[in-house]
């Protein structure tokens, strides 16, 4: 299998699509920067789904679909945070838990030879990341308000989860 399937080149279409959602967030032209930031979140949502059903699964791809989502959220986050005034605070948070959950995944990719994948509660704190973005613009304060305390909660759940998780197959390998 080569490296351009359908479902890595929908991963790296989220990384073509990132500088026009930027552009458009510059710009303040939210209708146009709410279509690609939706046509992101689909091929995210079908990238796992065709890599499954087209049997294009790959540690490529699963490395890929994780690095391309981290620095996709991340570099929109702190662009809301310098046009919308979103919270410096909760986007550092959320940057610092991605980092740490990436450096243990490359850990035990190159230490341990395993692909880790996403857990249940991180998938739940990613889409609370996107309804994060869509509050903050669409310009639903009451909304963000709530969606940001949840997401802190999720933040440290999801980080312990993970690191639990690490604890677990690093603990179990030294084991064997």
Known sequence: ?????????????????????????????????????????????????????????????????????????????????ITKNLDFKIVTAIIIRDLLITAGFIFLMKKKNIISKSSILGKMTGFLFALLILATLLNRPKELLIITYLTWIFIVLSFLDYFIYFLKVNGNQKNQ
Do not use: E
């Open 1 to 81: 299998m080569g490296i351009l399937t359908i479902p890595n080149i929908l991963s790296l279409s989220r990384l073509i699509f990132l500088p026009l959602i930027l552009l458009f967030l510059s710009k303040n032209l939210r209708s146009l920067s709410l279509t690609f930031i939706f046509l992101s979140w689909l091929t995210d949502a079908f990238d796992g789904y065709l890599a499954r059903k087209l049997n294009q699964t790959s540690d490529l791809g699963k490395i890929l679909d994780h690095l391309v989502d981290k620095i996709w959220v991340g570099t929109i986050l702190v662009t809301l945070v």
